[in-house]
């Protein structure tokens, strides 16, 4: 049996997105900023996908701009906040510890040009208080970036309520939606999202393509240099076909999102107590305000990286976390963010479910694990040491 449980790394292509990519690739291959028939059709498509994934996420086609990916749009958006605040006399930024590196390394960069940078601290159930947003604000404060669903946890933030803070408050408010997109329903209006940034492989699109949110008359600063495509906010020749493929996936992502939503989560559930039956084994963040197919543990006395090849070889496809941090040997920040330290979080499991996925598969699935574990721990001088009662346990 072969089953793909890492869908918060890169989702399989949808047949519709496919549909609408290959016609561009063979016939519809124009630039759209020629003048020519063939340009213009190209053109009509592009504007076309921004109408689109505009309308999926409750904004407007002029407040999207399309890019390479999450992480691109992440930059631009921190980038943007960050120097209209600075025009302004403001130049303090707070997000939080267990963002994706993607925000993290950019406000690295920033505070290497002068911008001070506060990072919130997470609590155990992975979900940010509005509380701990508000007490971080100052006079000079810029920009709040909050995750919208944490990539590795998958717990979802109080998106709404951070949005309505910072709108009272004056301050501009980013969210890094790229794992919510397509999973939970948004609304950038209604929600008080300033920027958002998303990324079309992460619900059936093709990789390489993305889009950032901005609210209308928040003007996006460049951080690429080069022609006037994307009305001057992104130089470079639009990816036409992947941007068409985006669009046709979020659509469709969005039409069937709350029966997707409801199968993924009995099947998560069902996953979850399953695994839960492992001793000494832990979920990790709050166990309701998560995305549906995301699936987060701990496990005393081994180490992730046997168990994903052990379960490879049960064909079953998984990670211990992000997968742009996967040749790290660091244990996962999100993980010690939320206080597992260093001997747990370094048996972590990352299962997240598609919209595919049936009960067999997840049963299935917990079954490899707990066999899996056990045959890790029999091998463990640190299980041996637990169970002497040399150390203890950490996940009673």
């Given at each position: 049996?072969?089953?793909?449980?890492?869908?918060?790394?890169?989702?399989?292509?949808?047949?519709?997105?496919?549909?609408?990519?290959?016609?561009?690739?063979?016939?519809?291959?124009?630039?759209?900023?020629?003048?020519?028939?063939?340009?213009?059709?190209?053109?009509?498509?592009?504007?076309?996908?921004?109408?689109?994934?505009?309308?999926?996420?409750?904004?407007?086609?002029?407040?999207?701009?399309?890019?390479?990916?999450?992480?691109?749009?992440?930059?631009?958006?921190?980038?943007?906040?960050?120097?209209?605040?600075?025009?302004?006399?403001?130049?303090?930024?707070?997000?939080?510890?267990?963002?994706?590196?993607?925000?993290?390394?950019?406000?690295?960069?920033?505070?290497?040009?002068?911008?001070?940078?506060?990072?919130?601290?997470?609590?155990?159930?992975?979900?940010?208080?509005?509380?701990?947003?508000?007490?971080?604000?100052?006079?000079?404060?810029?920009?709040?970036?909050?995750?919208?669903?944490?990539?590795?946890?998958?717990?979802v933030q109080p998106i709404a309520a951070i949005g309505a803070l910072c709108k009272e408050k004056g301050v501009l408010f980013h969210t890094d939606a790229v794992q919510a997109v397509g999973h939970v329903a948004i609304d950038v209006k209604a929600q008080d999202i300033d920027m958002l940034s998303m990324s079309g492989h992460k619900f059936h699109g093709p990789k390489g393509v993305g889009a950032l949110y901005c609210r209308r008359g928040i003007l996006p600063r460049n951080v690429i240099y080069g022609g006037a495509q994307e009305r001057g906010r992104r130089p470079g020749t639009e990816n036409v076909p992947a941007i068409a493929g985006m669009a046709a996936a979020l659509e469709e992502a969005v039409a069937h999102l709350p029966e997707n939503a409801a199968k993924v989560s009995a099947m998560r559930d069902?996953?979850?107590?399953?695994?839960?039956?492992?001793?000494?084994?832990?979920?990790?963040?709050?166990?309701?305000?998560?995305?549906?197919?995301?699936?987060?543990?701990?496990?005393?006395?081994?180490?992730?990286?046997?168990?994903?090849?052990?379960?490879?070889?049960?064909?079953?496809?998984?990670?211990?976390?992000?997968?742009?941090?996967?040749?790290?040997?660091?244990?996962?920040?999100?993980?010690?963010?939320?206080?597992?330290?260093?001997?747990?979080?370094?048996?972590?499991?990352?299962?997240?479910?598609?919209?595919?996925?049936?009960?067999?598969?997840?049963?299935?699935?917990?079954?490899?694990?707990?066999?899996?574990?056990?045959?890790?721990?029999?091998?463990?001088?640190?299980?041996?040491?637990?169970?002497?009662?040399?150390?203890?346990?950490?996940?009673?």
């Open positions: 049996m072969q089953i793909y449980a890492d869908n918060a790394a890169t989702t399989r292509p949808s047949r519709t997105a496919l549909d609408a990519m290959i016609p561009l690739l063979e016939e519809g291959f124009g630039n759209p900023s020629s003048l020519y028939s063939i340009g213009q059709r190209a053109k009509e498509v592009l504007e076309d996908a921004r109408a689109r994934v505009a309308k999926a996420i409750g904004a407007l086609p002029a407040e999207i701009t399309f890019t390479s990916g999450g992480s691109e749009a992440d930059t631009q958006a921190l980038y943007t906040g960050a120097y209209l605040g600075a025009a302004k006399g403001k130049k303090h930024l707070i997000s939080t510890k267990f963002e994706h590196h993607a925000v993290l390394h950019a406000l690295a960069a920033l505070e290497k040009e002068g911008f001070e940078v506060t990072l919130l601290d997470i609590p155990e159930d992975g979900v940010v208080t509005v509380e701990s947003v508000e007490a971080a604000l100052r006079p000079d404060t810029a920009l709040v970036s909050v995750m919208y669903a944490n990539n590795e946890i998958g717990t069902r996953l979850i107590e399953g695994i839960l039956r492992i001793p000494h084994s832990a979920l990790n963040g709050d166990a309701e305000k998560r995305l549906p197919g995301n699936a987060n543990f701990c496990f005393e006395g081994i180490e992730s990286e046997s168990l994903l090849l052990l379960l490879d070889d049960r064909g079953i496809s998984a990670s211990s976390g992000s997968a742009c941090t996967s040749g790290s040997l660091d244990p996962s920040h999100v993980l010690m963010a939320i206080g597992r330290p260093h001997q747990v979080a370094n048996g972590s499991l990352r299962l997240t479910l598609g919209e595919d996925i049936t009960a067999e598969q997840v049963d299935y699935i917990a079954e490899a694990v707990a066999e899996i574990v056990e045959r890790l721990r029999a091998m463990s001088p640190l299980w041996r040491d637990l169970q002497e009662g040399k150390c203890q346990y950490v996940i009673q």
